[in-house]
């Protein structure tokens, strides 16, 4: 599938294949996704993302009790092919501080949160949180991200969460719910939310495949601006609202934050904006890079090159694109 041809090119190893112990494999991404299960003779677009060798057989995979390389979170799942020569180097943390530490996308949110979504929160959490500091609510729509909440967050010892599968645009309830484990709060009663939102995911990269229709690009900045409208319910004035997204289109960004403060009970400031990255753009005519920011800022703000140059500045055009915005509501 595309999604893992994705990620054995971000350096992952693959988990079970029904294969013999040190056959050599190659795999191709299948760029149409038409490739079905078990089909030997595919004939679609497809493309070679790298070689591997076959660790463990069949029997070894399901039968042995003890697996050779196992999953840190997930012991029954087990590297099935180790990449020979990745593109990237992803370092194991098979059996490093399990109780500790798991590979996640680095994120960290200290403070007290409410959260509409999230497999990241756990991680989020570990280090910053006690029970004392209150408690953390995660919802998503999908049981097994849920599920996987569970699990990071019983290795990782974090009472203070929370998880539960639930529409979040229906979280805000307008009477005292009575049941304590109930998703549904009073309008007014969390100090931060964290909205990760679903989105289009254009910033992911690689991304070899996008089946996605427009129709279905556009259909984001609608359920997006429901969820706004939950979370900022739900927060109590002064408190803290981050709007995040992994895509890259001005109608799940920009237009998002432009448009919340004038419909929700948000301050109508000038945006500050945050400190450079590799790659910047808070409005359409900055265009993508920070060469072209600073271009406009003038001299000034780059005294090593008057006159900068768009290769200048802009080390790595390829990477990931995200968006995060960070509100205070009055
Ligand atoms: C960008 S992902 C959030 C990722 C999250 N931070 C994590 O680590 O898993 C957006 C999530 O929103 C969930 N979602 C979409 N619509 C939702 C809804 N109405 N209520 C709750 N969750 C929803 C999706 O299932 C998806 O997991």
Redesign the pocket.
Same mark, same amino acid.
């Given at each position: 599938g595309a999604q893992c041809g994705s990620n054995i090119l971000r350096g992952a190893h693959v988990f079970a294949l029904i294969m013999k112990t040190g056959d050599a494999v190659s795999f191709f991404s299948d760029l149409e996704v038409k490739c079905t299960l078990w089909n030997k003779d595919f004939q679609g677009e497809s493309l070679t993302v790298f070689y591997g060798v076959s660790d463990m057989d069949h029997t070894t995979i399901f039968c042995s009790d003890k697996p050779a390389r196992c999953h840190l979170l997930c012991p029954s799942r087990c590297v099935g092919i180790w990449m020979v020569e990745p593109l990237y180097q992803s370092p194991s943390f098979v059996g490093v501080l399990p109780s500790l530490a798991f590979l996640?996308?680095p994120l960290a949110h200290p403070g007290h949160v409410c959260c509409?979504?999230?497999?990241? =929160?756990p991680h989020c959490l570990a280090k910053e949180y006690t029970l004392q500091d209150g408690e953390v609510w995660a919802?998503?729509?999908?049981r097994g991200?849920v599920q996987h909440i569970h699990q990071n967050t019983k290795a990782l010892h974090l009472d203070c969460l929370k998880a539960h599968c639930?529409?979040?645009?229906k979280a805000v309830c307008t009477y005292q719910a009575q049941d304590t484990e109930s998703p549904l709060f009073p309008p007014l009663s969390s100090l931060q939310q964290l909205l990760?939102?679903?989105?289009s995911?254009l910033g992911q990269s690689p991304c070899m495949a996008c089946t996605w229709s427009l129709e279905e690009i556009c259909s984001y900045q609608p359920?997006q601006r429901? =969820?706004f409208y939950a979370a900022v319910r739900l927060l109590k004035c002064g408190g803290v609202l981050v709007y995040s997204?992994?895509t890259v289109t001005l109608a799940e960004n920009e237009e998002q934050v432009a448009w919340a403060p004038q419909h929700l009970p948000l301050p109508q400031t000038e945006p500050h904006i945050g400190v450079e990255g590799i790659l910047q753009r808070f409005s359409p005519e900055l265009g993508w890079s920070v060469a072209e920011a600073r271009a406009k800022d003038g001299p000034t703000q780059q005294p090593e090159s008057p006159t900068p140059t768009l290769c200048a500045h802009q080390p790595n055009k390829d990477t990931i694109g995200f968006f995060i915005a960070k509100f205070l509501k009055s």
């Open positions: 996640q996308v509409l979504m999230g497999e990241d =929160l919802l998503d729509k999908i991200k639930f529409n979040s645009t990760d939102a679903p989105c995911s359920l429901k =969820l997204s992994c």
